[in-house]
């Protein structure tokens, strides 16, 4: 393709790849961002003295993708690989699940329903034809390999801490891609598992990561909230932003959740809208906690007790030292709720005060004092719910208005939200366009 104009609508890590790639082939490229700086779902924030991302972030071993946008913005050298350890909190009871002696040792499943529970770890892993599980209910594949009883008492609660009640509508692609995202990094079987984080977080990623934007020529213009596009004469696409400015484009990407993308792209024939707005996203709403000492080994402590209102506990400083954090432990709380969920609608008082009361039933030596920042952080739409057949629903990355565009995360369909699939989907689409 001979070299055009692009703007690209959204500037978290999508829009940010999609404009590296694009500049590197040769193309003239605005990125437009709606806040004050780009970042999006990896951006940082300040809690006290100390600043990480608002959502915690990890990085796989087997994340190559992301591994090779940080080698060519000079990160990748950087990273700290840590062993990490997972826990299990059931029936008021904190369990350290991280080998196979653990696993074996772990109660109320019995040695018969820890060998179904193991094979159907491996069997997921070994899948390679994913689209085939797309047909099948999680549930219905769940309960097939490992019983129902250890679906009932592991399974069930995990997918409604995950999913909420979406569980229900979900494929068995779901729990395939995190098995084998999660099985990708551990060396061997159900042993150590690997993860890495870049020194000062992703706030770093996204300063190296908007230099090389600017020294290969990509615009970047932020607070530019875009409000509508149009067809203008000539092919081109204009933007219209709340700025009450207008840019023109050859073509144009708009990397937003569909339900936001389709607000944009008014001209659409009502069947894509429909198309983009059937699309169905799980928001997350997370208090990060920041203690004057640690709660446990864990980087991950899963939770199966339905009366605790969050999803799990992620404490980030049993992966990166305490020293990025002026000292301090940090803890997130993540809840993964409809966008339609009332808990959307409480203060950041409410929220904390019902999330820390239950943090501290898990923990009873917690007390306020050892509490030394909480904050809520939330995001309506992070994660596509995948349905049945999911990847068939899916609406085309070209619209049906020449140079028109929607490229965002619900086109990963045969795996987990992050960065690196982030990366794999701007990538290969991004291709298919060009070609
Ligand atoms: C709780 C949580 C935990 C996670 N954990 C991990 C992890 O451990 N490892 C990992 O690799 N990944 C993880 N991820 C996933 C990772 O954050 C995402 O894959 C990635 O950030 C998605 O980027 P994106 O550009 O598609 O979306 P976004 O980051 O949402 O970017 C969209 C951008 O568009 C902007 N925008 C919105 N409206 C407009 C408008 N009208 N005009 C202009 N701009 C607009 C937004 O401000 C935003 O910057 C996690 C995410 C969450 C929420």
Not at 2 to 13: F, H, L, N, P
Not at 216 to 222: C, H, L, Q, R, S
Not at 385 to 402: G, H, M, Q, W
Not at 406 to 421: A, F, M, P, Q, Y
Request: with cysteine.
């Amino acid at each position: 393709m001979e070299s055009r104009k692009w703007g690209i609508v959204g500037g978290g890590i999508m829009g940010m790849t999609l404009a590296l790639r694009l500049t590197q082939q040769g193309h003239k490229v605005v990125l437009f961002e709606a806040a004050p700086e780009i970042g999006g779902l990896v951006s940082p924030w300040k809690m006290g003295n100390a600043e990480w991302d608002k959502f915690y972030h990890v990085i796989l071993l087997s994340d190559f993708r992301t591994r090779n946008i940080l080698k060519e913005i000079g990160l990748e050298e950087t990273i700290e690989w840590v062993e990490t350890k997972t826990g299990f909190y059931m029936n008021g009871k904190l369990y350290s699940m991280s080998d196979t002696i653990e696993f074996l040792k772990f109660p109320t499943l019995n040695l018969f329903d820890k060998f179904r529970l193991g094979l159907t770890i491996i069997i997921a892993s070994r899948i390679k034809n994913w689209k085939r599980l797309e047909k099948i209910p999680v549930t219905t594949w769940l309960k097939r390999w490992s019983g129902s009883r250890t679906y009932r008492k592991i399974w069930l609660p995990l997918l409604r801490a995950k999913l909420g009640e979406s569980y229900q509508k979900t494929s068995a692609v779901f729990i395939w891609a995190t098995i084998q995202r999660l099985y990708g990094a551990r060396r061997s079987g159900l042993k150590k598992e690997m993860f890495g984080f870049v020194p000062g977080g992703y706030k770093n990623v996204i300063q190296a990561f908007k230099q090389k934007l600017i020294s290969e020529g990509v615009e970047i213009k932020t607070n530019y909230a875009a409000k509508e596009i149009k067809t203008s004469g000539n092919d081109r696409k204009s933007i219209s932003f709340t700025n009450e400015k207008n840019e023109e484009f050859d073509e144009v990407i708009v990397t937003l959740p569909s339900p936001l993308a389709s607000r944009l792209c008014s001209e659409l024939p009502k069947t894509e809208i429909q198309k983009l707005n059937d699309i169905e996203y799980l928001g997350v709403i997370c208090v990060a906690v920041l203690l004057d000492k640690s709660i446990s080994q864990f980087y991950i402590t899963n939770i199966t007790d339905s009366n605790i209102p969050f999803t799990g506990i992620i404490e980030m400083t049993a992966l990166v030292d305490k020293k990025y954090l002026e000292g301090n432990a940090l803890v997130y709380l993540p809840k993964y709720v409809v966008a339609s969920d009332p808990l959307f609608n409480q203060s950041d008082e409410e929220i904390k005060d019902y999330f820390i009361v239950n943090f501290k039933k898990m923990y009873p030596w917690l007390s306020d004092t050892n509490i030394k920042f909480a904050g809520v952080a939330r995001a309506k739409h992070v994660i596509t719910v995948a349905k049945l057949n999911y990847s068939e629903s899916l609406p085309d990355v070209k619209t049906s208005i020449p140079g028109l565009y929607i490229i965002n995360t619900s086109h990963i369909k045969d795996g987990t939200l992050n960065v690196n699939e982030t990366v794999r989907v701007a990538e290969t689409k991004l291709e298919e366009i060009l070609n």
